[in-house]
């Protein structure tokens, strides 16, 4: 007879914990809002054109990418294989900047790296093509500037220098430090 009595109580111990943990895991407990990752992007995209307009909706550039990621965290977008097209009135296409890889800082700072190519495309341009293999660039001043050597490629001429700055929209470009240049006078 104890035996079946602390059968009993043990049974009916198992079913009390059984039900307090049911009520306590679908009832009881307060659905908690899950943070997003800071490590995993909010969103991504493949084959992405973005078109960005000034304040008098004029076309300023256009951005195209193969594959784009966004992370809210810490503010960044991120690009794979960036193509960016600026103009000079919205129609005209100016130059067109490229690179591996770019990420976009604060909305306006554009950090384009490995085989960066800039090419002029005005056709009286003097300065046809410009290398480096990181370029930053804002994107509301169209001024650009790199730490690395940067390679000038134009009419009859080519420079380089260690650093380089500019304004895409002025088109003026210095070469800073240790710059080397050849020119090649026009033949006639």
């Known amino acids: 007879m104890i035996l079946q009595r602390l059968g009993m109580v043990v049974l009916l111990a198992v079913c009390g914990l059984t039900g307090y943990y049911l009520l306590n895991q679908h009832y009881w407990q307060t659905e908690?809002?899950?943070?997003?990752?800071?490590?995993?992007?909010?969103?991504?995209?493949?084959?992405?054109?973005?078109?960005?307009?000034?304040?008098q909706g004029i076309r300023s550039y256009t951005l195209d990418s193969t594959h784009l990621e966004h992370y809210q965290q810490i503010d960044e977008t991120h690009f794979n294989e960036p193509v960016l097209w600026t103009y000079s009135d919205g129609t005209n296409e100016e130059w067109r900047i490229s690179s591996e890889f770019a990420v976009l800082e604060n909305k306006h700072i554009l950090v384009m790296t490995g085989r960066v190519r800039i090419f002029n495309l005005l056709p009286d341009a003097q300065i046809k093509v410009v290398t480096t293999e990181k370029l930053t660039l804002d994107l509301t001043s169209n001024d650009f500037w790199s730490d690395m050597e940067t390679e000038i490629t134009g009419t009859g001429l080519q420079t380089s220098g260690l650093r380089a700055k500019g304004n895409f929209g002025t088109h003026q470009m210095e070469l800073i430090e240790q710059v080397k240049s050849r020119y090649e006078p026009k033949t006639k």
């Open 32 to 55: 908690t809002q899950v943070a997003p990752d800071a490590e995993k992007p909010l969103f991504t995209a493949e084959d992405v054109k973005s078109t960005t307009y000034n304040e």
